[in-house]
C-alpha cells in the first residue's frame, strides 16, 4: 500500500478561516518532507518543505508541523483565501532514495 | 528564471500509436524525474535522471515506455503502442537531489489522451 496518505479528500472552509490538512506516513526511515499545491491544469507548485530534525517550520501564512512519534504530518494555513483553493499533496523522501512518494491530495474549497 | 518546460501541453492521440512528451528542466538543475498523474490521483513516479548515473527506471509501468536525456538537460518520454490506460497527465520535475533533500520543482504537465 502507500506509504503517504491523507485523512480528509476535501476540505471546505470560510475565507478567512484557518485551515488544516492531514497527512500520514507509515515509513519511519522518512526523512523529508514536502507540501505541494495544485491548482487545475498545473503542475505542483511547491509550498513548505521540513526535515526530520525538525517539528515546525513556518512560512508565509503555512505552517508545516512534523510528529514523527505518530508519523503525522499536517499543513496548516492561515487566514485562508479563496486563492488557496486547490489540492494539497504531502510527499515524503525515504532516506537513501532519490524519488518523492505522495499522497493522493486533499482537495480545499475555500467560499468567499 | 524560467521554470520547468513541458511540450506539448495537450496531446490526443489513436490507440496503438506512439508518443514522445518533451521536458525542459531548469537550467542547471542536475536531477530529472517524470511521474504520471491520473484523473484525481496522487503522483506515480516512472523514471529519475540524475547528472551522467545510470537512470532509476523502476517506476516505468511497462517495456512500452522509455525515457531519454540528452546531454544532461532535455528529456523526451516515448509511449509506444499507445493504450487507453495511458491516459493521464505527464509531470516532469527537476531539481538538485544530489545536495540531498531538496524540493522538486514541475512542470505544467503534458495531457495525454488515448481514444
Known amino acids: 500500500g502507500e506509504s503517504v496518505g491523507l485523512h480528509l479528500p476535501t476540505l471546505s472552509v470560510q475565507e478567512g478561516d484557518n485551515s488544516i490538512i492531514n497527512c500520514a506516513y507509515s515509513?519511519?526511515?522518512?526523512?523529508?518532507f514536502i507540501w505541494y499545491k495544485q491548482e487545475s491544469g498545473k503542475g505542483p507548485q511547491f509550498i513548505i518543505d521540513?526535515?526530520?530534525?525538525?517539528d515546525k517550520r513556518q512560512g508565509q501564512r503555512v505552517t508545516v508541523l512534523l510528529n514523527k512519534t505518530v508519523k503525522h504530518l499536517s499543513l496548516q494555513i492561515a487566514a485562508t483565501q479563496p486563492g488557496d483553493s486547490a489540492v494539497y499533496f504531502c510527499?515524503?523522501?525515504?532516506?537513501?532514495?532519490?524519488?518523492?512518494?505522495f499522497g493522493k491530495g486533499t482537495m480545499l474549497l475555500v467560499s468567499p | 528564471g524560467a521554470g520547468v518546460s513541458q511540450s506539448p501541453s495537450n496531446k490526443v492521440t489513436e490507440k496503438g500509436k506512439d508518443v514522445e512528451l518533451r521536458c525542459d528542466p531548469i537550467?542547471?538543475?542536475?536531477?530529472l524525474y517524470w511521474y504520471r498523474q491520473s484523473l484525481g490521483q496522487g503522483l506515480e513516479f516512472l523514471i529519475y535522471?540524475?547528472?551522467?548515473?545510470?537512470?532509476?527506471k523502476s517506476g516505468l509501468p511497462s517495456d512500452r515506455f522509455s525515457a531519454e536525456r540528452t546531454g544532461g538537460s532535455v528529456s523526451t518520454l516515448t509511449i509506444q503502442r499507445t493504450q487507453q490506460e495511458d491516459s493521464a497527465v505527464y509531470l516532469c520535475?527537476?531539481?538538485?537531489?544530489?545536495?540531498?533533500?531538496?524540493?522538486?520543482?514541475f512542470g505544467n504537465g503534458t495531457r495525454l489522451t488515448v481514444t
Open positions: 535522471f540524475q547528472g551522467n548515473s545510470a537512470p532509476d
Open positions: 515509513n519511519s526511515a522518512s526523512d523529508y
Open positions: 520535475a527537476s531539481g538538485h537531489r544530489d545536495r540531498g533533500s531538496s524540493p522538486l520543482h
Open positions: 510527499a515524503e523522501n525515504i532516506r537513501g532514495y532519490s524519488t518523492l512518494t
Open positions: 537550467s542547471g538543475h542536475t536531477a
Open positions: 521540513i526535515r526530520s530534525n525538525m
